[in-house]
């Protein structure tokens, strides 16, 4: 059975949290009203993720866990309701909107990176438990 590890080497330091500052930024560029509605949506899956949450009685680790995304959503409402994109309130001028943004998500960041856990499905990824699974598809692993 070969290892099935992963590395991004030099990059794998830079690259997640880079991306995710990117996401912030395009999501808080979209502007205030589309922000709000987006969040809506949002709003409408931890609903339906709660009714799962509760019927399936899952742990209460997945729900602390998930804590940060909440408060991040809520940050990017606000801060997209009092910034220079699309706001009539435009309290944080250009660029110091950006540079919230960015400090801010690097918080969010490794906020959710220490609030995650190891779960089954991890570890036997790690030791390499069904590794073959993409040989057994044949050839639908290749369309």
């Given at each position: 059975?070969?290892?099935?590890?992963?590395?991004?080497?030099?990059?794998?330091?830079?690259?997640?949290?880079?991306?995710?500052?990117?996401?912030?930024?395009?999501?808080?560029?979209?502007?205030?009203?589309?922000?709000?509605?987006?969040s809506l949506l949002f709003l409408v899956g931890v609903?339906?993720?709660?009714?799962?949450?509760?019927?399936?009685?899952?742990?209460?680790?997945?729900?602390?866990?998930?804590?940060?995304?909440?408060?991040?959503?809520?940050?990017?409402?606000?801060?997209?309701?009092?910034?220079?994109?699309?706001?009539?309130?435009?309290?944080?001028?250009?660029?110091?909107?950006?540079?919230?943004?960015?400090?801010?998500?690097?918080?969010?960041?490794?906020?959710?990176?220490?609030?995650?856990?190891?779960?089954?499905?991890?570890?036997?990824?790690?030791?390499?438990?069904?590794?073959?699974?993409?040989?057994?598809?044949?050839?639908?692993?290749?369309?």
């Amino acid at each position: 059975m070969k290892p099935r590890y992963f590395s991004l080497g030099v990059y794998g330091n830079w690259i997640g949290p880079v991306a995710f500052c990117a996401g912030a930024l395009f999501l808080y560029w979209g502007g205030w009203p589309l922000v709000g509605q987006e969040s809506l949506l949002f709003l409408v899956g931890v609903v339906i993720y709660a009714y799962y949450f509760k019927r399936l009685s899952l742990p209460l680790r997945d729900i602390k866990a998930g804590v940060w995304w909440i408060a991040f959503i809520l940050f990017e409402n606000i801060i997209s309701y009092i910034g220079s994109f699309n706001s009539s309130v435009k309290l944080i001028p250009f660029p110091w909107d950006n540079a919230v943004i960015i400090v801010f998500a690097l918080f969010f960041y490794y906020w959710g990176i220490s609030s995650g856990y190891r779960t089954k499905e991890l570890e036997d990824y790690v030791k390499g438990v069904n590794a073959d699974f993409w040989d057994d598809l044949g050839v639908w692993a290749r369309v």
